[in-house]
């Protein structure tokens, strides 16, 4: 069974760190893509980061740019996303993604096949 399992969320002050996991299990895919995503109450699901896993390139919405880096360790097939100086307006469930085919733009959350259950991260001030 294909899925992937979040984990790292909980609560920080403001200007605090938080790194988030998602380990990825049962597929074979070799080239595909990774992205988190962030949804706050009563607002639509927005793009944070991806990269590519094979050659690593990272991409950034302007709101996190410089304060969050996403990265991958091939041999535990997990995604990371490192999250520093962090604000209440961070507040929101963390979703991590997996697009097996790379065919659509990353930043777009109907490009990706598979989600995983998502974590809570708060962000008091």
């Known amino acids: 069974q294909v899925q992937l399992v979040e984990s790292g969320g909980g609560l920080v002050q403001a200007g605090g760190s938080l790194r988030l996991s998602c380990a990825a299990s049962?597929?074979?895919?070799?080239?595909?893509?990774m992205g988190w995503f962030r949804q706050a109450p009563g607002k639509e699901r927005e793009f944070v980061a991806a990269?590519?896993?094979?050659?690593?390139?990272?991409y950034y919405s302007d709101s996190v740019k410089g304060r969050f880096t996403i990265s991958r360790d091939k041999a535990k097939n997990t995604v990371y996303l490192q999250m520093n100086s962090l604000n209440p307006e961070d507040t929101a469930v963390y979703y991590c993604a997996a697009d097996w085919w790379q065919r659509g733009l990353l930043v777009l959350a109907s490009t990706y096949d598979l989600w995983g259950q998502g974590t809570q991260v708060t962000v008091s001030s």
């Open positions: 990269i590519t896993w094979s050659v690593g390139s990272t």
């Open positions: 049962g597929h074979t895919f070799s080239n595909y893509a």
